[in-house]
Nanobody, 124 residues
Framework: VQLVESGGGLVQAGGSLRLSCAVS????????LGWFRQAPGKEREFVAA????????YFADSVKGRFAISRDNAKIIVYLEMNKLEPEDTAVYHC??????????????????WGQGTLVTVSS
């Protein structure tokens, strides 16, 4: 199984980026896709997730109102639209896939497959 992220880069504070994650799983096999991030010297942090079946989104408090998550069921791609970016959003962003019901969408240990990540740098 492969997850390939793209769309990272350097952006000024207040700007926007859209991350994409292409997943080599059948749509019928996916329960949820999530985005996590890890900044240098910090632990992995939940950002957002989407239930693949009903498209219900979940967000960390730190990104609510600024980030949006969506999916393309035909292409098996999940998107993370990031707006009003802040320097604190600087991190490597990873997408992750879960095939089974998640007790908690923010628990990274519940996701089975991971991408290599894409770097987002927000300058002040």
């Amino acid at each position: 199984v492969q997850l390939v992220e793209s769309g990272g880069g350097l952006v000024q504070a207040g700007g926007s980026l859209r991350l994409s994650c292409a997943v080599s799983l059948r749509s019928s096999s996916i329960y949820a896709l999530g985005w996590f991030r890890q900044a240098p010297g910090k632990e992995r942090e939940f950002v957002a997730a989407i239930n693949w079946i009903n498209e219900k989104p979940y967000f960390a408090d730190s990104v609510k109102g600024r980030f949006a998550i969506s999916r393309d069921n035909a292409k098996i791609i999940v998107y993370l639209e990031m707006n009003k970016l802040e320097p604190e959003d600087t991190a490597v962003y990873h997408c992750a896939a879960a095939r089974f019901i998640l007790p908690s969408y923010s628990d990274y240990t519940r996701y089975e497959f991971w991408g290599q990540g894409t770097l987002v740098t927000v300058s002040s």
